[in-house]
């Protein structure tokens, strides 16, 4: 699991980093409110675990924010506001589970582990854009009801694009989240795969849905076709 931390005591956050850690995670602690929004809602995580007392931005704050913006991330909130009233509010705000301080690292551990098979239970194998349609347990790939033959590279650079519509991605994070590596020409490889996608899932079709976004990089989503453009005589 790749797990965000928003936590700004820093002796908790390295515990919590370490315990996650060592179970098989990847953290990324972050210790300020502002950042930590900035992260929640630019970058996929797995799960978020959320301290509500944090420098700059309120987690509560953050909560919503990644709410409003349609992220489902699963968020475990972690905080010394243990009173019944903090908690409601934050399960009301879209949290999906709530720790009080003091903690046990088990305990937290359990959560995280419980969280992450109900995200699991509830994930449908059939991702969608457009006509476009991907069976994650077959991986079998069909457009407009045609089957698409795609090597295991290209698959998993439309699966993950597939699970975070409307993200643009640089290169560098496709690299690391497709293939868990950093390539030595790692800018040209993502370029050399998009296009043998484009090729494949949008060159024989009117709806283009793998879109290259200026001075970041790339991400899906359904857009209509533009209307050509008038021309002077
Ligand atoms: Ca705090």
Same mark, same amino acid.
């Given at each position: 699991?790749?797990?965000?931390? %928003?936590?700004?005591?820093?002796? %908790? ?14 953290? +990324? ?8 929004? /900035?992260?929640? /809602? ?27 913006? #349609? %992220?489902?991330?699963? +968020? &475990?909130?972690? !905080?010394?506001?243990? #009173? ?31 969280? /992450?098979?109900? +995200? ?11 006509d476009?349609v991907?069976?994650? /347990?077959?991986?079998? +790939?069909f457009r407009s009801g045609t089957k698409?033959?795609? #090597? ?44 043998? &996608? ?13 879109? !290259? %976004? ?20």
């Open positions: 699991m790749n797990i965000l931390l %928003i936590e700004d005591e820093k002796k %908790i956050a390295q515990f919590v980093t370490k315990a996650l850690t060592e179970v098989g995670h990847e953290v +990324v602690s972050i210790l300020r409110g502002d950042e930590g929004l /900035t992260a929640a /809602t630019t970058k996929p995580y797995d799960i978020i675990i959320l301290d509500l007392a944090l420098p700059g931005v309120d987690g509560i704050e953050i909560l919503r924010a990644v709410r409003e913006r #349609s %992220i489902s991330t699963p +968020v &475990l909130i972690l !905080t010394a506001r243990g #009173s019944k009233d903090d908690r409601i509010q934050g399960l009301d705000e879209g949290a999906d589970d709530y720790l009080p301080k003091p903690f046990a690292m088990e305990e937290l551990i359990a959560r995280v582990h419980a969280l /992450t098979r109900r +995200v699991g239970a509830q994930k449908s194998p059939i991702l969608r854009m457009a476009l991907l069976n994650e /347990t077959t991986r079998d +790939v698409l033959y795609l #090597s295991i590279r290209e698959y998993g650079l439309l699966n993950f694009l597939m699970h975070n519509p409307g993200r643009a991605f640089t290169r560098t994070e496709l690299c690391e989240h497709v293939w868990k590596s950093a390539l030595d020409d790692e800018t040209n490889a993502v370029d050399v795969y998009i296009q043998r &996608l484009r090729r494949k899932v949008d060159e024989d079709f009117p709806v283009k849905l793998i879109q !290259t %976004i200026r001075n970041i990089g790339y991400m899906m989503q359904e857009t209509s076709v533009e209307a050509p453009v008038a021309t002077a005589a």
